[in-house]
């Protein structure tokens, strides 16, 4: 390919006759392409997308959809052969989407994200009693970043689920 091409997050077609794959350019441009694994034949599936997953039933491909303006994210599910193309969610219900992948009934896609729909604050216990010395005490530090959760949506966008509570890590996957 062309130089500064970077390939990655490659996906078998259930039959194993093709792998799917992202394409990032040295600009940063994200495609999803194809290889044809007799042929090697390749090509553009979709263009802005990255971070394929194939439906166990090989009928449909969920991938990430980058904003490079605004640097968001929207999980987007389309046929296999790119078309019929549509959003299910995104910003702002989600500040960051990561490592969308089909349920193996195919009826369903679980995400990484951080965000989500509204929700309630988390009361934090409090201490009990007078401790003259608090005033003196270090905030608390959350030093792992942002809480990331698993989610779960089914493939026309309805029923969106919560299955985590705040997984406080570096990295999701």
């Known amino acids: 390919g062309a130089v500064g091409s970077w390939l990655g997050e490659p996906v078998w ?46 009928k449909h491909i969920a991938y990430l959809k980058t904003d490079p303006q605004a640097f968001t994210q929207d999980l987007w599910v389309a046929n296999l052969d790119g078309s019929g193309a549509r959003r299910l969610l995104g910003d702002p219900e ?24 509204a929700r309630p604050p988390v009361e934090r216990p409090k201490a009990s009693g007078f401790n003259p010395l608090a005033w003196f005490s270090p905030a608390v530090a959350e030093a792992h970043g942002v809480p990331y959760n698993i989610w779960t949506v089914n493939v026309d966008g309805s029923n969106l689920t919560r299955l985590t509570n705040d997984l406080e890590i570096d990295s999701p996957v």
């Open 13 to 58: 077609t259930p039959d194993g006759k093709r792998v799917y794959f992202t394409r990032r350019d040295a600009h940063g441009a994200e495609t999803i392409e194809r290889v044809d694994v007799a042929s090697g034949t390749t090509g553009v599936i979709l263009q802005d997308a990255a971070t394929p997953t194939i439906s166990p039933d090989g």
């Open 94 to 117: 989600f500040t960051s989407l990561v490592a969308p992948r089909f349920a193996p009934d195919s009826q369903r896609i679980v995400f990484v994200a951080v965000g989500g729909p």
